[in-house]
């Protein structure tokens, strides 16, 4: 089975997440957003601090539950005596609770504009929880 991958993201993040506890979670990456489009809460997903276009077979990696997603637009305003700039910029929000570490067995999607999914490894020990 294919799962949505989540790439570049910081190990101190990972390493918080495997505290086991729910974060919530604001991602800015294109590649990222355009991942979670195709997901909704309930799904398992893979999450890895290795970058998009380096992540191969065998990279390492978190499986988190999404437990919520909010994708929106936020509008940024700057202003100064001689102009009004305005920027609106592209976020994700998700909630997610650590579920397992894992492998990257297969991964697809790195054309521009294609979700990033990865067929993990099965664990074969499980957490209780």
Known sequence: MKYAALTGISPSVIAELKSGKARTLELNSAHNIITLTETAPGECIFMTSVNEEDLSPGDPGIMVDLLALSIGMRRLEVANSYFY????????????QFRGVTLARDVEGRNWGDPTKVEIVRSACYRAG
């Open 85 to 96: 700039e305005e920027r609106e910029r592209m976020s994700a929000r998700i909630k997610v």
